[in-house]
């Protein structure tokens, strides 16, 4: 989707904040800007892998506020939906990585979760039994996450079968976490 496309389609459906788990955003590439929309967001390295690159955009004049977070897989804002406090993150995590990545996000929920409630979007990049016939480590991690952080996995609820968050060429994902 084109940046101009994207703020279009924001502004129709009335979009107060927009988590993209992988930017495609390389080295020091420019990110979508525009007057009425702020940007946080980590670039993937030029001679790293091919996924990744993360981002926020929240709409200007609302309650949403970035935190800053040590780790390059995955960012954070605080704002409301609907009058609920919320933690809201965005992750990217290679299929290449190791736990440390689950401990991170566990210890920033730790540390900011205080009376909110906490999304947590993105790719894990891991296949479980259920859906896959198969379990891999980012798959296990996506849902000792889950577990611990009482988090509820988007597209394994029955009404949700079928569905694809994300569709390219041949290959397609429905395991995405809020």
Known sequence: MRREELYRALDDENMMVYAVPETHLIGDEEPPIHSHWHWSGLNRAPNGRKGGGI???WKAGTSWTRIDCPCSEHKWVTGDILVLPVLL???YLAVDR???M???IREDV???VADKEVLLLGDFNGHIQPLDGLQDPNGDLMLQAAQELSLEVLNLRPD???EFMWCARSSRSCIESR
């Open 160 to 162: 949700c079968e079928g």
């Open 98 to 100: 190791d736990h440390n």
């Open 102 to 104: 689950g401990n991170c």
């Open 110 to 112: 730790d540390r900011w």
């Open 55 to 57: 981002g926020l955009l």
């Open 89 to 91: 993150g965005v992750a």
